[in-house]
């Protein structure tokens, strides 16, 4: 009986190492670490921070600093930071690539290369939002599904608002910086269209075809006009020094 009774205490002693064991843990050696423990631990921790800081692209944008993974931009070649090219924007002093472009959008910049997709910020200019998409070489076909709509949507207002502007501008170079009355009827529009285009023509020839087609001809009936005159001019003087030797 004093026999099964140590072997019970002996098995109760071990059953916590044995489950300990079996989770994984191991407990806390009772010996006093080696001097060596802490170099070996300050040069593990070098060569992982090597590992690391190789593996990473730092990246400066205008004073905004971030960080990505360089397997992750290696996977669109196509793109500034998945290509050779970055290495131009590469500074030495630093140890980071400097992009003089908008940290702000540069996050979606950055979203990009690690989802494949490019959501649009509706808050954002579109013109400016293109501009990086331009400058980093990223596809506006690129962009995610659930944005795209909105995305072409807004393209497309903005083409429309260029375009009108331009027509404004143009209009106003027309008529020297006098509003044009659009409540006119046709009649007033159509004659103030015409005047307008002839204007233009006789300030700006080179505007088009037909306008440098009536500049030269009306040089070259100016220019008849004036030999005509030369030559008759000549004629009459001829005839009057013709007439006054006579009567001498």
Known sequence: MALLSDNMTSMLTWLPLVRAAAVGWVPLSTNPIPLSAPVAAAERRATLSGVGTAARLRLNISGHRFEAWRCAVDRFP???????EKEFFFDTDSGEYFFDRD???FRYILAFYRTGKVHYPRHECIAAFD???????????????CCYEEYRDRQSEHAEKIEAEDRERADAELTGGQD???HAGPAAVVSTSIRERMWHAFENPHANVPALVFYYVTGFFIAISVLANIVESSYEGRH???SAKFFL
């Open 103 to 105: 940290p702000d959008l």
């Open 131 to 145: 501009a990086e998409l331009q400058f980093f070489g990223i596809m506006p076909e690129r962009v995610a599904d």
């Open 78 to 84: 196509d793109t500034l930071l998945g290509s050779d």
């Open 240 to 242: 009057l020094l013709s």
């Open 180 to 182: 044009v009355d659009h």
